[in-house]
């Protein structure tokens, strides 16, 4: 692709940190719970991703000003992005059998408890970024703010609705303004609310939480670009999960209705809209800018 | 049933209030969403029921001197309750055509729009709990802890947590520790959360809060002996929903540890433990008298 490359920034440590804070979440609120669901939980959180949304929760963070640490409330970003993902693969939804290489949580668990697991992690979710929250001295508004934002990307408007209309599509010829319109929520909602959330908890001032919210919708909208052109040029193995499911499903993407060229101009234009518009106001550093070039340019 | 009757408490007036709050809460959270989560979300948010956690919120917030209008609150509890009810219908879970004499909403609206209204109940219902919170002025310390007190009673802990375990209990012996601790799960945590949630709402002492929660709990596991013993004595056109489905599906029940006189006497037993620790603390007003005695009494 065409966008010009920043020097690449090793989030390695950070995502360690989220690694350990994921662990440390299950071990507080699932302390209590014995069973399968427990377990389908933390099956689910153990998966070895990007955690992209966690890392922008952190650049967010940073690039606001804050200094301490945030990773117990990216790891609460990660509790709903593996709950869409064990969503998302139920049988009833994309019924899809490996993700990062693993089998999915109901082939694992079976479908009740991967149901009754992916239910209980939004209250997990919400609980964790709280009690995140808390644990660094933000105050109860701003703490309120974080929950109903998170919240308000799980929900029917957000993520689990943009699920559902993708589902939908299929088999359907979409035109590309109904194709954004799904993808701004299934994959959009949640990163959009990633960076807010960091900003959030730096006290970032409005403006600057709605640029970054515009930096996540246009990143949110190329990494789901991107991710319609890898499901053509990927492999399976590349992708930890099935590839070429789109074509197979006769799912409307970027490259049917742009060509692959067409989509990944589309994608590069967004994430150059996306640092401008941080740049604009000061606030763009190089993790944000390499995390939005990050996401078209990933191989999986 | 032996326990002493109270005088009826009409909540037909509550009732109203709270289905106009489900409403008001709809029009305003689901306004940008189209589709089929939304409808389905209506459609299980419509349901006549008793509207008993509802009812209890009110009842709690009143009998701790809260004298404002707590209904929008309690029509967030009655989303949680709704959810758990479309997701224990599911084919995956209990596999129920009938739910308050309508089809379930999975036989609507499809499994996939099902599953999918169900997970996004329960972010609508944090956003809804947390903005009814605020509409009544409440401080943002005491919003966070009402929608704490909400999602703790909706996860793998809670309820989400029991209904799994009841599913998995199915066809086993149970002995009447591992029964006791389904239902408390399953019922109980939302019941107990709700007259909680109403007591947080009017400021109670902690103190307050807690005999509140043991009444909750009680009630709550009083409430699922009935639940247990209907589903033997009621017919399916009562009830609104199959009846018989235990024997159906040898699952343990107290009927079944106990006989149907002794399962009946320990819910009355556990309704005179819920009432006197109330009436300790010069809390038991007679409308929380009648909720306990109501949960035991009732024909459906």
New interface residues.
């Given amino acids: 692709m065409s966008v010009p490359r920043v020097a690449p920034v090793d989030f390695s440590h950070d995502r360690a940190e989220v690694a350990r804070a994921i662990e440390q979440l299950m071990a507080r609120e ?1 302390q ?2 014995k ?4 377990d389908a ?1 933390r099956y689910a959180l153990r998966g070895e991703g990007k955690r992209l949304r966690a890392i922008l929760v952190i650049a967010g963070y940073r690039a606001a000003g804050g200094t301490g640490d945030v990773s117990a409330l990216a790891a609460a970003i990660e509790v709903v992005h593996a ?1 869409s993902l064990v ?1 998302d693969d ?1 049988p ?2 994309d019924d899809d059998d490996m993700r990062r290489g693993r089998p999915t949580v109901h082939r694992v668990f079976g ?3 991967a ?6 992690m ?3 979710a ?2 964790s970024a ?1 009690a995140a929250a808390e644990a660094m001295g933000l ?3 701003v ?2 703010n974080i ?2 934002t998170l ?2 990307a ?5 993520m ?2 943009g ?3 993708d ?2 599509g299929e088999g359907l010829s979409l035109d590309l303004e109904q194709l954004e319109r799904i993808h701004r929520c299934k994959t959009g909602a949640l990163i959009e609310a990633s960076i807010r959330i960091g900003g959030l908890a730096a006290g970032a001032a409005p403006a600057i939480e709605e640029a970054f919210g515009r930096y996540g919708a246009s990143i949110g909208l190329a990494f789901q670009i991107a991710d319609d052109v890898l499901d053509i040029t990927a492999t399976t193995n590349q992708l930890g999960k099935t590839a070429g499911k789109d074509v197979q499903f006769r799912k409307s993407t970027y490259p049917a209705l742009l060509g692959i060229a067409g989509a990944e101009a589309r994608a590069d234009s967004l994430v150059r809209e996306a640092c401008l518009g941080l740049h604009e106001l000061g606030v763009l550093t190089p993790e944000l800018e390499f995390l939005a070039q990050f996401v078209v340019a990933r191989q999986s």
Avoid: K
């Avoid at 799980?154 to 957000?158: E, R």
């Fill in positions: 699932l209590d719970t069973g399968p669901v427990a939980i709950y969503h139920l009833c939804m479908v009740p408890a149901t009754a697991a992916g239910m209980a939004v209250p997990l919400a609980l709280d105050a109860p508004a703490r309120g929950v109903r919240m308000r799980s929900g029917a408007g957000g689990i609705g699920q559902l209309l589902l939908e």
